[in-house]
């Protein structure tokens, strides 16, 4: 079964700063893993996907994500916050095999102040 | 570019009715999904389709539920009796590859 865990349901940074946003996951077969955002009344957009390629995985708007299977971590980041940025984010699992239906985190909603 | 469409984009209704809500998905693919957000929690899974017939379902995904595409364009989502726990965002996604879902930007619905 997967299941993924998001550390922190909110986080602030400021304009310029550093994102770091969590996610840990378990999966019992080879993961795909997500990151997607959902702005205010609007739906889920991809950022980012991870399809056992490269580890470290560049996304939309600077965005990039690292696979870490030692530490089935998968967390997000971006060097320097814009406050087009404030939203929120959710991890997802999916098999790679089989069904691929995804399982998604709690979600973080990431605020930034200017 | 394509994108995934959703109509309503809300829907009130009163316990007990039949809902039916609707998506058209991207042309070109070929798995079709549910999903629903209740207010402040996780996106859940309910239900995939291919090749018209339901590849998956979750558990949420009971006999209160349906899925269809009708017409080759259209995808949709029945509800038969709607309870009020049923109140949620519904999300549409479709995929061309197996892992890169696209969704729609959902359909609230609102059981009273």
């Known amino acids: 079964a997967q299941s993924v865990t998001q550390l922190g349901s909110h986080v602030s940074v400021s304009e310029g700063a550093l994102v770091l946003l969590r996610c840990n996951y378990s999966s019992s077969v080879p993961p795909y893993l997500f990151w997607y955002v959902q702005y205010p009344n609007q739906g889920l957009q991809l950022l980012l996907k991870?399809?056992?390629?490269?580890?470290l995985v560049k996304g939309i708007n600077g965005f990039e994500a690292e696979f870490k299977k030692s530490e089935t971590s998968f967390h997000l980041t971006k060097p320097s916050a814009h406050m087009s940025d404030a939203a929120e984010y959710f991890c997802a699992v999916s098999e790679a095999t089989g069904a691929n239906n995804l399982f998604f985190g709690t979600g973080t909603r990431l605020t930034v102040i200017p | 570019e394509p994108e995934v469409t959703q109509t309503p984009s809300h829907q009130v209704t009163q316990m007990g009715q039949e809902v039916i809500l609707r998506c058209v998905p991207i042309?070109?693919?070929?798995?079709f999904y549910w999903y629903r957000q209740i207010l402040g929690q996780k996106v859940e899974f309910l239900v995939s389709?291919?090749?018209?017939?339901?590849?998956?379902k979750s558990e949420i995904f009971d006999d209160q539920f349906s899925v269809e595409r009708p017409d080759g364009s259209n995808f949709t989502l029945k509800i038969r009796s709607t309870k009020l726990e049923d109140s949620a965002m519904y999300f549409c996604?479709?995929?061309?590859?197996?892992?890169?879902?696209?969704f729609g930007p959902g359909t609230r619905l609102t059981v009273l």
């Open positions: 996604a479709s995929s061309q590859l197996r892992y890169e879902q696209f």
């Open positions: 042309s070109n693919h070929l798995y």
């Open positions: 991870y399809t056992s390629a490269a580890t």
């Open positions: 389709f291919y090749n018209n017939e339901i590849s998956e």
